[in-house]
């Protein structure tokens, strides 16, 4: 489920907090002087000497025209010479605008690293039509993401500074009204810990406390939308697809409520459901459950699609993988199991830490996964194929909850403390070194997310709810048609039906969803084999080297076995070489050691 | 004549001598009838005898046959004593020529030079033949639209009814210029512009002012013209000239055109050498470049044609042997290895290895903070540690002499050291030069005294063995480092395959301790490593001694470093409210703490073993077929033979090896997702022959969610449109540029085939 922010459909809507700051778009045809003056123009405000900034980002000068114009290289194809038009003025910027071959590179989605075996002449055209269609789609993508005005926010000490000394109040002190105003603290000392879930357009919250008080509002305009106490102890809070529909994991059962307050489903078979998690592509709700078992319930047509048995006792840690939708268990031996609803067991296993696992989360490119452990280590695994850990640390009390951002900023929730790190771009994971952001909070940290589309990272505690300002931590660009924050009752009525209509089945969930688009050899060899039992003979399978005929004594028997010997010869050293190429490493492997080998070594035990 | 008439008068002689013997008294004799009786009576006297035999009496009477007598009769004629021999030719030749001759040979000839009429052929082969030709032309016909098929198939989009290809947009200006003026603000305009003298429409010159503008002047074209014509006069003299030479077999001559050529190549490369140095050395890279080829394809070997041939005359001539040594010594010489120089110095790098195994080298690593165990980065940082050693050696060569040394080993090879060392002085002295050129002037200058070219030749090889190897020498620096590392990699890995290092090295075990009192934070990793072996024995009883180092091999990665690294605690500025009065004593009691919490229950072991047995069940299974009691002795408490089970078990097919096999800490599960295959595509489509070729047509997304409207549009445009309202005509030879003739026979072939058959009646029939 790869996707990436269609900049096509994009209409960005205008938001109040950005109009301030949005810098007029320099054109070509004015001059440079004003560009320079636009920079100069009052940027935000600088306190204590700091350049801190929420998400609008100052363009610095005329830095990002010059990026589009200067690529690399090139790709379009430059019109012959300059046209000259009717009144002799010449087109300064002739021909399309030239693309940047790395933003290209980003949408090709072809994996030319595989080989492929000879093809015939017919399969040549059709595969560089493939490539053709590839090239032309990818560098209109590249191009549209002009589109993409806003930038992400960042937050930068001055030189030397630690970012992490930078407190809440700072930030809200330094960045426009409209931006503090998204930090608030909910006080909310009575209905205990809270667990707190954003709706996917990043536009409403909602939150149960473990005494039975669960709430959803607009977090935006602070608008309540329902406020309930459900008489019975709240484990976990989730938003369904839309706002409309908000599941909780109350201490028996599961209970589906719309957002008046009013209960709709008790689903009596996910019953002692400790975690809820959504996947918005296939409808799912996944629930780990006290006794073990993972559900999967498919909430467009109400059915149980898969109920798992983990076989590893109570599960209380779950996290979804968004890019694969892969469910991740932590378990208390210290492994983290990968879950899909097709399989009966888990596709993978992964040991994290020598002791349980407290908290698992992956990062939305798929590419990443946190893990913290009683061991006390935070622990970044890469995702793509090996999952081995790619840098650990030890927190003084270990994380007992993790987050990610939507660009990859990790949120880790150590007793009533946040941490926040930050990597160096987008796709890199964050360095575990120094702590991009840490924030106090007024009790202990129960559940944390980032919102989506917004700098916020709401953390619910055993105080209540506190929402933070995480600069940089959102993507800025968000695609009116998949998720619009600001999207009407009837547009979210719209999207529902389309999104419906495009749900993915449960089976399809797999470790590598790129693997959907291969053929399925096994069924193909199958099929051939059946045809060629069948027939009698392998239609496919060509003919044994027949030597040709030729004159002059020159065809004689001796002569026919000697070349028929020859090719045998041949393909047996091909077949060789093969097989020499697949397995290099063992070679490697009889290296001799670096000591020389003592005779007295054969009586070592 | 005369004598014709004598052999009938003859043959009638015998036969009125039968007559008379026959029918004595039935005719009366007479030899005087005149010739054209004979007939009649000859075929009278047959019917006479045919009558007589019919009596049965003397049916089986045989005609007698009579001889010409010698003599000379009036009858007979004897050329007997006559001298002169018969030719046939006078027998054949007419006495007479005369015109009615001529006619009856030429009647003769005609009949003589027709041959005989074969059979018309079978019906069935006839019409086979008919057909091959008709298939024949009629393909021919056809393969004209081979192109076009093709191009229709490969179109993306194909509008229906075709149209001809638009014709390219046509510019503003053409538009324009066939334009008028019509509203009166147009005609204001365009007189504005006229009274101005200002271009209306953009091409300001008429086409022939171009090609006038374009066209070169006579005296131009006359002088390309001359020049044209002597180069390729000089082309043909000087191919002329090669073929000749080609032609010329003399060896001596060839011999001395070779030494020429040599010295030619050394006076160039000397010149060379002054003008422009680098070049040069690009020269010389390439002669060693061609040695190296030399050695690689064994040329000079005696294993050719002319090399055996010597050999075998090597016995008798002695120009022969020497030609033999001196393709020998050629040999050795081309083919002698050029690394002599350096092999010393790696030699001295190995020593000086040696010199430090007290303390493992992973105990001096880097301590890495962030990326404590990704290995990448581990082995960036250790030959980072090499490169730093590697240059400091370099730049005092005396020093690993000045280090203390306690093993034996050591102090013998003190003596050779120190002649490795002035060795390596000197060809450090040599390198510095070679990086100012001025080496290479005084070799040259004793080259060229050389008498021999061919030695002279060896002599630049080898100088240019030399100077390449000193002056990669600096590179050298930086790479030899990298060489070490590598060299030290695989037993590194075997030792510790996640290391832990640290930028200092420490030389000996009291330097560790000192380490150790510096109290930083890499103070907890020595100890931890050191006795990281008890810590293994205790964990993992597989992992224990020379099975343990197999093991080890075999999974790349460790568990226990995976799972167990340390790195520094976080100095975070909130610490939470619990932990920040304990905090200094956290830090060290909180290895203990967890060791003790967790001592119990072995988190690894459990793995690896579910691990195991996973892999276990999910290996398919042996099939074993024996039958007990068949062949031998069966019954309670008897098994069969070892050797019987081994032939009737069925080994299953080994699968590929799994994904998890290097990766001990994961388990991934190797299961098909049989729903998910389900809605995978199982039959390859027909132009491909390999599904990799298939997969990477379908690896663009088509959606929306993926493309912009544009490219959606394009990517999901359908392969055939019609226009609504128009006739699709079958395609006509004249859309595609064709000749309408080409059509028309084809028509003609499509529409009446009988016709042709018709035809092949007719021939048939004649």
């Excluded at chain 1, 399809?508 to 084999?529: H, M």
């Excluded at chain 2, 229950?601 to 099939?623: G, M, T, Y």
Aim: glycine fraction near 6%.
């Amino acid at each position: 489920m790869e996707t990436v922010p269609k900049p096509g459909s994009n209409v960005p809507p205008k938001k109040e907090r950005l109009q301030a700051k949005k810098k007029k778009p320099r054109r070509y045809w004015e001059q440079e002087t004003t560009g320079t003056a636009a920079g100069a123009s009052p940027g935000p405000p600088r306190k204590r000497k700091r350049n801190r900034e929420l998400r609008p980002q100052k363009p610095k000068k005329n830095d990002t025209s010059k990026k589009f114009r200067i690529s690399k290289k090139p790709r379009e194809l430059k019109s012959p010479g300059p046209q000259r038009s009717l009144s002799g003025a010449q087109d300064p910027f002739a021909g399309p605008a030239p693309v940047s071959v790395e933003v290209v590179q980003k949408y090709c989605r072809i994996d030319k690293s595989k080989e492929v075996p000879h093809p015939k002449t017919k399969t040549r055209s059709r595969l560089a039509a493939a490539e053709a269609q590839e090239e032309e789609t990818s560098v209109r993508a590249a191009r549209s993401e002009l589109l993409l005005a806003e930038e992400p926010g960042f937050l930068e000490g001055e030189d030397g500074e630690d970012t992490a000394k930078i407190r809440q109040a700072d930030i809200v002190e330094a960045v426009d009204i409209a931006s503090a105003a998204k930090h608030f603290d909910l006080n909310l000392r009575q209905f205990g810990p809270y667990r707190l879930n954003y709706s996917s357009t990043g536009r409403h919250l909602a939150f149960g406390g473990r005494r039975g008080h669960v709430a959803a509002l607009d977090w935006v305009t602070k608008k309540l939308m329902c406020e309930i106490n459900v008489m019975e102890a709240v484990r976990d809070v989730r938003f369904l697809h839309s706002e409309t529909l908000l599941a909780v994991a109350q201490n028996r059962w599961l209970h589906i409520y719309d957002n008046q307050g009013i209960e709709l489903h008790c689903v009596r078979r996910c019953d002692r459901a400790t975690r809820l998690e959504f996947l918005p592509f296939h409808f799912l709700l996944a629930t780990a459950s006290e006794t073990g078992f993972l559900t999967y319930l498919d909430v467009s047509v109400g059915k149980i699609v898969a109920a798992l048995n983990a076989r590893a006792g109570r599960l209380s840690v779950m996290t979804q993988n968004p890019y694969n939708a892969v469910i991740h268990l932590g378990h208390s031996n210290g492994t983290v199991s990968l879950w899909s609803p097709a399989m009966k067991e888990p596709l993978a296993k992964i040991l994290c830490h020598r002791g349980g696992v407290r908290a698992v989360a992956v990062d939305p490119t798929g590419t990443h996964m946190a893990t913290s452990g009683l061991d006390h280590q935070l622990k970044l695994f890469d995702l793509r194929g090996t999952f081995q850990p790619l840098s650990a640390r030890t927190l003084p009390q270990g994380a007992g909850h993790l987050a990610f951002s939507q660009r990859g900023l990790l949120a880790a929730g150590m007793g009533d403390v946040v941490n926040i790190w930050a990597g160096q771009g987008k796709a890199s994971p964050p360095s575990l070194e120094q702590p991009y952001l840490t924030h106090r909070l007024s009790g202990h940290v129960h559940g944390l997310q980032f919102c989506p589309y917004e700098d916020v990272l709401g953390v619910g505690h055993s105080g209540g709810i506190t929402s933070m300002l995480v600069p940089g931590s959102a993507e800025p660009n968000f695609d009116g048609l998949e998720s619009n924050p600001y999207r009407s009752r009837k547009q979210r009525q719209e999207w529902e039906v389309k999104a419906l209509l495009e749900k993915v089945p449960a089976e399809l969930i797999c470790l590598d969803p790129r693997a959907l688009a291969e053929v399925d050899v096994v069924s193909l060899e199958q099929a051939k084999k059946e045809r060629a039992e069948r027939l009698g003979y392998d239609p496919d399978a060509t003919a044994p080297f027949q030597p040709k005929l030729k004159q002059k004594g020159r065809s004689s028997t001796a002569s026919l076995v000697k070349r028929k010997r020859k090719v045998m010869d041949q393909e047996h050293r091909d077949k060789v070489r093969q097989s020499l190429e697949q397995q290099p490493q063992k070679q490697e492997k009889a290296k001799p050691t670096g000591a020389r080998p003592s005779a007295l070594d054969r009586f070592v035990r | 004549m005369s004598m014709n008439h004598a052999a009938e008068s003859n043959l009638l002689a015998s036969n009125q001598q039968k007559e008379l013997e026959d029918l004595p008294k039935d005719y009366p004799l007479s030899t005087s009838e005149d010739e054209g009786d004979n007939d009649g009576e000859r075929t009278h006297q047959k019917l006479l005898e045919s009558i007589s035999s019919l009596n049965g009496k003397d049916r089986q009477k045989l005609a007698e046959r009579s001889e010409a007598s010698l003599k000379v009769s009036e009858f007979n004629v004897s050329s007997e004593g006559s001298g002169e021999k018969l030719v046939l030719s006078d027998l054949l030749e007419p006495v007479k020529t005369s015109s009615s001759w001529a006619a009856v040979k030429k009647q003769l000839n005609r009949v003589k030079s027709k041959k005989t009429v074969e059979l018309p052929l079978h019906r069935e082969e006839i019409e086979r033949i008919h057909r091959e030709v008709a298939f024949n032309k009629s393909s021919q016909i056809l393969s004209k639209w081979d192109t076009v098929v093709l191009k229709n198939r490969q179109a993306e989009q194909l509008v229906l009814p075709l149209s001809k290809p638009p014709s390219a947009f046509a510019p503003i200006e053409h538009v324009v210029s066939g334009w008028k003026a019509g509203t009166p603000l147009e005609q204001e305009i365009f007189n504005l512009l006229h009274k101005n003298k200002q271009p209306v429409i953009d091409p300001l010159l008429t086409p022939v002012e171009k090609a006038s503008l374009k066209a070169m002047s006579l005296e131009e074209v006359k002088m390309r013209r001359a020049e044209l014509q002597r180069a390729r006069a000089l082309q043909s003299y000087y191919e002329a000239r090669a073929r000749r030479e080609k032609r010329i077999k003399s060896k001596k001559y060839h011999r001395i055109l070779k030494k020429g050529k040599a010295k030619q190549a050394l006076n160039n490369f000397e010149k060379l050498q002054k003008v422009n140095p680098a070049a040069a050395l690009e020269e010389l890279k390439k002669l060693d470049k061609a040695r190296m080829m030399e050695r690689m394809s064994l040329k000079h070997q005696n294993s050719g044609k002319w090399a055996k041939s010597k050999a075998i005359m090597a016995k008798y001539d002695l120009e022969a042997r020497q030609a033999v040594q001196e393709q020998l010594a050629r040999n050795k010489e081309l083919t002698q290895k050029v690394q002599a120089a350096s092999e010393s110095e790696e030699e001295e790098e190995g020593q000086k290895e040696e010199e430090e195994p007290l303390v493992p080298d992973m105990v001096n690593g880097v301590q890495i903070k962030a990326n404590g165990l990704n290995p990448w980065m581990l082995q960036n940082h250790f030959s980072d540690a090499k490169e730093a050693e590697v240059q400091k050696d370099l730049k005092d060569p005396a020093e690993p002499e000045a280090q203390e040394t306690s093993e034996s080993e050591e102090e013998r090879a003190v003596v050779e050291e120190e002649t490795l060392l002035k060795e390596f002085e000197e060809r450090r002295s040599l390198r510095q030069k070679s990086e100012l050129n001025h080496m290479a002037e005084p070799v040259h200058r004793r080259v060229t005294k050389d008498p021999s070219s061919q030695e002279v030749l060896s002599e630049l090889r080898a100088l240019s063995q030399k100077l390449i190897t000193e002056n990669h020498q600096s590179g050298k620096q930086e790479r030899s480092s990298a060489r070490t590392a590598q060299r030290e990699e695989p037993a590194r890995e075997e030792e510790e395959p996640v290391l832990l290092q640290r930028p200092e090295r420490a030389q000996t075990l009291d330097e560790l301790e000192g380490l150790g009192r510096e109290g930083c934070v890499e103070n907890k990793e020595l100890p931890r490593t050191a006795v990281e072996g008890l810590q293994l024995e205790k964990n993992l009883s597989n992992h224990i001694g020379a099975p343990k180092e197999k093991k080890r091999k075999e999974q790349m990665i460790d568990l226990q470093n995976l799972l167990t690294t340390k790195s520094p605690s976080m100095m975070s500025f909130a610490v939470p409210m619990t932990v920040q009065e304990l905090e200094d004593r956290e830090e060290k009691g909180q290895r203990q703490m967890t060791k003790e919490a967790f001592a119990g229950d072995d988190v690894i072991r459990d793995f690896l073993k579910e691990k195991r047995e996973a892999v276990e069940a999910s290996k398919p299974k042996d099939l074993d077929l024996t039958l007990p009691g068949w062949g031998e002795w069966g019954g309670m408490g008897l098994r069969p033979s070892a050797k019987k089970r081994r032939q009737f078990l069925m080994k299953a097919p080994e699968g590929p090896p799994r994904k998890d096999k290097n990766l001990p800490n994961v388990f991934i599960n190797e299961k098909r997702n049989i729903h998910a295959a389900a809605h995978q595509v199982q039959v390859l489509p027909h132009p491909f022959t390999h599904h990799q070729q298939f997969e990477r047509t379908i690896q663009t997304p088509i959606g929306s969610t993926w493309n912009t409207q544009r490219a959606l549009q394009k990517l999901t445009m359908p392969k055939v449109v019609t226009k609504p309202g128009h006739i699709i005509k079958p395609i006509k030879a004249e859309d595609v540029g064709y000749r309408s003739s080409s059509r028309s026979d084809l028509c003609v072939v499509q529409r009446n085939p009988k016709r042709l058959s018709i035809h092949h009646k007719k021939t048939s029939g004649e």
